[in-house]
C-alpha cells in the first residue's frame, strides 16, 4: 500500500515562499506520477501541478504557473512543490497524491493514492 504525507505547510505572508514535501512509502515511487492538488475552504479540490515518473514531463494549473514549480527526488521517494509569490487566493489544504503510470495527469479522478495534506495559509 503507497502512503504518502506531506510537510511543509503553514503561514507565510504575501509574496512569500514556501516548499511543500510530500513523502512516499510502501511502493515504487520512481514508478509513480506524483500530483499536487489544493482545496480551499467552501471550495472543489483543484489540480495544481503534476510530473512523471522520471520528471521529464509536467504540467501546472494556468493559476499558478510560473509561480510554482514541482519537481521530484526519485533517491529520497519524494516529491516537492515550490510555492513562490504566494497570493492570499493560494491559501487552501494542499494534498500530494500519485499513481502508477507513464505520462502525467491532471484529473484528481485519475488518481489513485492520496496524502492527508498540509495547511498553507497566506497572510495579507
Known amino acids: 500500500q503507497v502512503q504518502l504525507v506531506e510537510s511543509g505547510g503553514g503561514l507565510v505572508q504575501a509574496g512569500g515562499s514556501l516548499r511543500l514535501s510530500c513523502a512516499v512509502s510502501?511502493?515504487?515511487?520512481?514508478?509513480?506520477?506524483m500530483g499536487w492538488f489544493r482545496q480551499a475552504p467552501g471550495k472543489e479540490r483543484e489540480f495544481i501541478a503534476t510530473?512523471?515518473?522520471?520528471?521529464?514531463?509536467?504540467s501546472y494549473a494556468d493559476s499558478v504557473k510560473g509561480r510554482f514549480t514541482i519537481s521530484r527526488d526519485n533517491a529520497k521517494n519524494t516529491v516537492y512543490l515550490q510555492l513562490n509569490s504566494l497570493k492570499v487566493e493560494d491559501m487552501a489544504v494542499y494534498y500530494c497524491?500519485?499513481?502508477?503510470?507513464?505520462?502525467?495527469?491532471?484529473?484528481?479522478?485519475?488518481?489513485?493514492?492520496w496524502g492527508q495534506g498540509t495547511q498553507v495559509t497566506v497572510s495579507s
Open positions: 497524491a500519485a499513481r502508477y503510470g507513464e505520462v502525467y495527469y491532471n484529473n484528481q479522478a485519475q488518481y489513485t493514492y
Open positions: 510502501g511502493g515504487t515511487f520512481s514508478i509513480l506520477t
Open positions: 510530473i512523471t515518473w522520471n520528471g521529464g514531463g509536467t
